[in-house]
């Protein structure tokens, strides 16, 4: 009988040495963990086991064990929040669970009940709820995981799997709030393609994304972008995805453009709450929303005529990341900032029409979910 993921079921042993929260200025982005983590595990046979609620720490696996040689691994990155009104919120977190299960799907890990996951998440943050940092930008960072762990050296289906989350208190990304960067068109290496898995969030995409993050750095950029094919489509920034804001000076409309879900691009949930809040709230008559190739040539043409206005990356660690140049072909594409700011006017009010839903200041549909009390 396969058992299905059980929240009811759940087994929680406390830590016998609970740590006091670290202060907000001591906080190290994803270096720092919280007292207890929860793992289930998974048999062919059996389905999921009762799920585990325990103290952080080491676990053990054989040497033969399929993640460690083919890379059986996958990853989700959300936060939850105090709310204004001292209540522990997850934001839009079904988003992350379904793309958790399509991640699973495509490396033949065995998916889940995604209410379910959320309701153990829940109880593991109920746990740990003191060492969720307090004030604006601070949040915990969580990281549900899943890896094949059947002892095989043999490439095939893993028949055993371990689901395990942990959670790390972060602050906001740049200290100082927002800090635009700058970045490095990357042409020589591409990070997905059509029909591979960079739409998937599978450990396997992201070690070979540093070497070229390396090189831009050694020339000064803090990130590189993502160029894709002999058009020369702009695809992602780092591990976020990447908006651009274009006018359009004969129709006197502006532009908010992002690359189509055409599966190269990660499907960010920070993205679509971008697409579906400025569909919401900008003026219709002045702004177009679209999701279509633009090409690394289309953004240096319209800065060289002025009809470039913005640039950021979005994802869930900084939420939104303002872009202030763009190196590319050995020369320099220069994004305007607003006037003694970091950033320009739409990347800072989007960056705060999110942050005000994450952090119960207002209210947008139900993607701000309670999960724990004070
Ligand atoms: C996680 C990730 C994003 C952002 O997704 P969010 O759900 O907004 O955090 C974008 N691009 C890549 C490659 C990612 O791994």
């Not at 759940?10 to 983590?37: C, W, Y």
Request: hydrophobic fraction near 35%; include cysteine.
């Amino acid at each position: 009988m396969s058992q299905p993921l059980d929240s009811s079921k759940v087994t929680i042993v406390p830590t016998g040495t609970p740590s006091a929260p670290i202060p907000n200025e001591k906080l190290r982005f994803g270096k720092q963990f919280t007292d207890h983590m929860l793992q289930v595990e998974w048999t062919a046979e059996n389905g999921w086991d009762a799920p585990v609620i325990k103290p952080y720490g080491p676990f053990s696996i054989d040497p033969s064990c399929c993640v460690l040689h083919y890379a059986f691994e996958l990853f989700e990155g959300m936060k939850a929040y105090w709310t204004v009104d001292d209540q522990i919120s997850l934001f839009r977190p079904e988003r992350n669970m379904s793309r958790m299960n399509k991640s699973a799907a495509r490396i033949c890990l065995p998916e889940f009940d995604t209410e379910e996951l959320i309701k153990l998440i829940g109880l593991l943050l109920q746990q740990d709820k003191h060492l969720i940092p307090k004030g604006e930008g601070y949040s915990l960072y969580i990281r549900p995981t899943m890896i094949g762990t059947t002892n095989a050296i043999g490439v095939g289906a893993p028949d055993r799997a371990l689901l395990f989350v942990i959670c790390s208190p972060v602050g906001p990304y740049y200290k100082t709030g927002f800090k635009s960067v700058k970045l490095e068109a990357t042409d020589y290496a591409t990070r997905a393609w059509p029909g591979g898995v960079g739409d998937k969030k599978l450990g396997a995409n992201y070690a070979p994304c540093i070497q070229p993050q390396l090189r831009a750095a050694s020339k000064g950029y803090h990130q590189n972008l993502w160029l894709f094919g002999p058009e020369k489509y702009v695809t992602e920034v780092g591990t976020m995805n990447c908006f651009f804001v274009f006018e359009n000076k004969t129709q006197n409309v502006k532009e908010l453009v992002t690359a189509p879900l055409d599966g190269t691009i990660l499907e960010g949930v920070t993205r679509d709450s971008i697409l579906t809040l400025a569909r919401a709230r900008l003026d219709p008559t002045e702004w177009q929303i679209s999701e279509r190739y633009c090409s690394i040539f289309e953004v240096r043409e319209r800065a060289q005529r002025g009809e470039l206005l913005e640039v950021f990356g979005s994802g869930t660690a900084a939420t939104v990341s303002p872009i202030e140049e763009i190196g590319f072909e050995g020369g320099s594409i220069p994004v305007p900032l607003s006037e003694g700011e970091q950033s320009g006017p739409l990347t800072k009010d989007i960056a705060r029409w999110i942050m005000e839903i994450q952090y119960g200041k207002s209210k947008f549909q139900d993607w701000s979910r309670i999960v724990a009390e004070a």
